[in-house]
């Protein structure tokens, strides 16, 4: 409940520093952080269509956070070969980077496999902190166009068949890594609020 809850109409993911340490899955160290995400598991996966989601962050300039609207593979109706993964990522917000979101597709970029693109011809998309933005994805078979507030900042024609498959929906508040790392400063607890998320075929 500290993490994932639900009050005054929206969804309510937070990150938090504990005082004694967590045992993590998958391997990792034991960690003072916890954080909250959701997604629709083995419940829902589509592909193509039209994926969007109101969403406001935490208000911060000190770097350590990251929240994130994405799509990944149902692993029931496909194999996921990592890092090349078809992952779809509508939406990437770092404080450290506070006015902008950073939409990013994980597939093999001129016969590179694992490559991390930010989207052909994509630029920053202007999602300032603490207000809501609504994000949007439109994929078909043969383009990806992502928007924030109606402006198209990522419009990508590749037609990659590493994002040629059924991909579920997930929302994500954690901390970031690498330049984005928490910090003493790091704004905790912070809280990723969604107001809703609406996918047409």
């Not at 039209?50 to 406001?56: K, L, Q, Y």
């Not at 920053?124 to 609504?134: E, K, L, Q, S, Y």
């Not at 990806?144 to 994500?172: F, H, P, W, Y």
Request: net charge negative; glycine share 6%; charged share 15%.
């Amino acid at each position: 409940p500290q993490t994932v809850s639900v009050s005054g109409g929206a969804l309510h993911l937070s990150v938090l520093r504990v005082n004694t340490p967590v045992t993590c899955p998958h391997r990792f160290a034991p960690s003072f952080f916890e954080a909250g995400s959701v997604s629709t598991y083995h419940l829902f996966s589509q592909e193509y269509g039209r994926f969007e989601a109101r969403i406001m962050v935490t208000p911060s300039t000190s770097p350590g956070l990251n929240e994130t609207f994405w799509l990944y593979p149902d692993d029931r109706y496909s194999t996921i070969t990592k890092p090349d993964t078809g992952e779809i990522d509508i939406s990437q917000q770092f404080s450290s980077a506070p006015a902008e979101s950073d939409p990013y597709l994980h597939y093999a970029a001129n016969g590179l496999p694992g490559s991390t693109v930010l989207g052909t011809n994509a630029a920053n998309c202007a999602a300032p902190r603490g207000v809501w933005n609504t994000y949007d994805l439109v994929w078909t078979p043969t383009s990806i166009t992502v928007s924030v507030n109606g402006q198209t900042c990522l419009v990508n024609t590749s037609a990659s068949a590493t994002l040629d498959k059924r991909e579920m929906l997930a929302l994500t508040q954690a901390l970031g890594t690498g330049g984005d790392a928490a910090t003493a400063a790091t704004t905790l607890p912070s809280t990723m609020s969604v107001d809703y998320v609406r996918v047409w075929k």
